[in-house]
T-cell receptor, first 116, second 114 residues
């Protein structure tokens, strides 16, 4: 079973608009961490934002915010005021305890295209 | 800003050749990871290391091997490359393990085996 599900293979958004990228996760571990990474066409993975399972407030980092709904097991990324440079693949990831280690698992990603 | 380096960035090689993908980090991180990623797909963990002389296999079965003789260096070796090994290989590191620990990634190596 997929531990991280990103149901949107591709998203389009107009420059300066906000966009939400969906992520749902599956875990029975009460202690876990959720991450979002951006991967431009150049290939490197860039860390964007982190949310801990015990965090009471939604994480924010500049134009990025994480809409964390624990009961629904969702951790959607919201990008406000999209810029052309936001065009990239976006990956949701989770770290949960597995076999004594916190091993990260990644979703399949969502391709975001920002158009003028 | 993370300091993690991978060489080569691109490699085209013939079937049967032995190759080593290099990964180095200057942050003194204990944990290091290798991921394999096909175009437009998720990352699959193939190897990781807790520290010097520690190596573990990841979720995805891989014919590659790794070594960790120095903290900063985590090379990945394919003894006999095959076309099925064509992919992007990403190296990452983190300071320690824990649910909140952020991984820092290198720029990746894009491998094409003919």
């Amino acid at each position: 079973a997929q531990k991280i599900t990103q149901t949107q293979p591709g998203m389009f958004v107009q420059e300066k608009e906000a966009v939400t990228l969906d992520c749902t996760y599956d875990t029975s571990d009460p202690s876990y961490g959720l991450f979002w990474y951006k991967q431009p066409s150049s290939g490197e993975m860039i860390f964007l934002i982190y949310q801990g399972s015990y965090d009471q407030q939604n994480a924010t980092e500049g134009r990025y915010s994480l809409n964390f709904q624990k009961a629904r097991k969702s951790a959607n990324l919201v990008i406000s005021a999209s810029q052309l440079g936001d065009s990239a693949m976006y990956f949701c990831a989770m770290r949960e305890l597995s076999g004594g280690s916190y091993i990260p698992t990644f979703g399949r990603g969502t391709s975001l295209i920002v158009h003028p | 800003e993370a300091d993690i380096y991978q060489t080569p960035r691109y490699l085209v090689i013939g079937t049967g050749k032995k190759i080593t993908l290099e990964c180095s980090q200057t942050m003194g991180h204990d944990k290091m990871y290798w991921y394999q990623q096909d175009p437009g797909m998720e990352l699959h963990l193939i190897h990781y290391s807790y520290g010097v002389n520690s190596t573990e296999k990841g979720d995805l079965s891989s014919e590659s091997t790794v070594s960790r003789i120095r903290t900063e260096h985590f090379p990945l070796t394919l003894e006999s490359a095959r076309p099925s090994h064509t992919s992007q290989y990403l190296c990452a590191s983190s300071e320690s393990e824990g649910r909140q620990e952020t991984q820092y990634f290198g720029p990746g190596t894009r491998l094409l085996v003919l």
